[in-house]
Every structure is written in structure tokens, then in C-alpha cells.
């Protein structure tokens, strides 16, 4: 899993690739670190293959901090990764754009 940050401002936008799961998923939360100041974070998963409960956890725990410091918004998830959502139900509780 590759993770890459750019921040603009007050906005941080997160680039994920590759797999998130039970073994990358703590590299994935330290890698996206404090997320103090941040009032718009954007999650792009264009090249997210798979994510796991441990990925989904990770993604949640983001959008309870940005609930009370601004939004969160998911960009391009693939099929496979939307079916994931799908039937956690996180396509319910994440704001997750086409």
C-alpha cells in the first residue's frame, strides 16, 4: 500500500493505493496522521483495490473527527471497492462521490 498526502490549505486530500487491510491499515492511520486544522479531507481511491474491516475502521475514525472539524468527502472508488461499502453499509454513513 502506497499512501500520499497534499495539502492545500485547510484541505487535505489522501491518495490510496494498493490493498488496505489488517496489515497495512496502522500504516495507513499513522501515515494519515493528526488531522488537526484539516476543515476538508478528501480520500481518492481510484487505485484502492481492496479494503478490509481494519481499512473501513480506519475510514470511520476519520469521518468522527471530521464530524466535529468539517467534511470528508470519498472520490472514485472502484467497483470492488464500492461493493465493499455497499455491504458494510459505510456507503450509508460516508459521503462518497462517483
Known sequence: MTVTKQQDG???????EGKLD?????????????????????????????????GLRV?????????DQGDMVIKNANEDVMDIFRETGFDKILDIED
Open 59 to 67: 475510514l470511520l475514525n476519520a469521518q468522527k473527527i471530521m464530524d
Open 10 to 16: 485547510n484541505k487535505l486530500t489522501v491518495y490510496i
Open 22 to 54: 489488517a496489515v497495512t491499515s496502522p500504516q495507513f492511520e499513522e501515515e494519515l496522521g493528526d488531522l488537526k486544522g484539516v476543515e476538508e479531507l478528501v480520500f481518492d481511491l481510484k487505485d484502492l483495490i481492496y479494503t478490509s474491516s481494519a
